[in-house]
C-alpha cells in the first residue's frame, strides 16, 4: 500500500526566505504527483502537478521537483511571503484507472512578516 | 475555481439520521471523488465516480454510500450517520472532457470548497 509522508509537519520561516518542503512516497510506480495549498477552513488548491517522466515543474517563485527512483519530491518556495502561510499538501497517483490520489499529511507553513 | 459546489456547508445531526451531501460541477469532468479529512489522518477517500452511474469504492467506504445520476452531480449518503464520520468532506474534479483553456490539465484534480459535518 502506498504510503506519503511529509516532513517536517510543520515549519516558521521569516519573510522573504527561501524553503523546502518535502515529500517522500514508499512505492515508486507512481503516475504523477501533485502538489496542494489549503487555507485554513478552505478546500485545497491546485499548485503543480508533475508527471512520471518529468523531474521538475514551475509556476512563478514555486518549483516542484520528483525523483522517481528514489521516491521523493521538494517543493521548493522562493522569498516567502506572508501570503505563503498554509499547509501544503502533496499526493500521488498511481497507475490505476480512477486517477485516485494517496495523500501526505501536509506541511503547515508560517511566514513571519 | 473549476466550478465545483457542494452543500451544504456547514450540518449538525444526530447519530442514527441519513445525511446526504451534494457536489455539484459545472466543468463536465468525468471523474468525480468524495474525501473526508479528519486531524492525524489526512484527506482519505470514500467513493470515486468514473462516469454516470458508474461509481467504485476507496480506503474508507463502510457506512458511505454515492450516486451519481448525472454528469454534474455526485451525491454522498450516510445511511446512518454516527460520531466517527464527523469530518470534513471534500468533492474532487478530473478528467475533463472537452474542456479548452489554460490550467484544466485531464490529471490535476481540482477540490470543492468542502462541507463540515458534526454527528451528535
Known amino acids: 500500500k502506498q504510503e506519503v509522508t511529509q516532513i517536517p509537519a510543520a515549519l516558521s520561516v521569516p519573510e522573504g526566505e527561501n524553503l523546502v518542503l518535502n515529500c517522500s512516497f514508499t512505492?515508486?510506480?507512481?503516475?504523477?504527483l501533485q502538489w496542494f495549498r489549503q487555507d485554513p477552513g478552505k478546500g485545497l488548491t491546485s499548485l503543480l502537478l508533475i508527471q512520471s517522466s518529468q523531474r521538475e515543474q514551475t509556476s512563478g517563485r514555486l518549483n516542484a521537483s520528483l525523483d522517481k527512483s528514489s521516491g521523493r519530491s521538494t517543493l521548493y518556495i522562493a522569498a516567502s511571503q506572508p501570503g505563503d502561510s498554509a499547509t501544503y499538501l502533496c499526493?500521488?497517483?498511481?497507475?490505476?484507472?480512477?486517477?485516485?490520489?494517496?495523500f501526505g499529511g501536509g506541511t503547515r507553513l508560517m511566514v513571519k512578516p | 475555481d473549476a466550478g465545483i459546489t457542494q452543500s451544504p456547508r456547514h450540518k449538525v445531526t444526530e447519530t442514527g439520521t441519513p445525511v446526504t451531501l451534494r457536489c455539484h460541477q459545472t466543468?463536465?469532468?468525468?471523474?468525480m471523488y468524495w474525501y473526508r479529512q479528519d486531524p492525524g489522518h489526512g484527506l482519505r477517500l470514500i467513493h470515486y465516480s468514473y462516469g454516470v452511474k458508474d461509481t467504485d469504492k476507496g480506503e474508507v467506504s463502510d457506512g458511505y454510500s454515492v450516486s451519481r445520476s448525472k454528469t454534474e452531480d455526485f451525491l454522498l449518503t450516510l445511511e446512518s450517520a454516527t460520531s466517527s464520520q464527523t469530518s470534513v468532506y471534500f468533492c474532487?474534479?478530473?478528467?475533463?472532457?472537452?474542456?479548452?483553456?489554460?490550467?484544466?490539465?485531464?490529471?490535476?484534480?481540482?477540490f470543492g470548497p468542502g462541507t463540515r459535518l458534526t454527528v451528535l
Open positions: 499526493a500521488v497517483r498511481e497507475n490505476n484507472a480512477g486517477n485516485m490520489l494517496t
Open positions: 512505492d515508486s510506480a507512481i503516475y504523477n
Open positions: 474532487a474534479i478530473s478528467g475533463s472532457v472537452g474542456m479548452e483553456g489554460p490550467g484544466y490539465l485531464l490529471d490535476t484534480q481540482y
Open positions: 466543468e463536465n469532468h468525468r471523474y
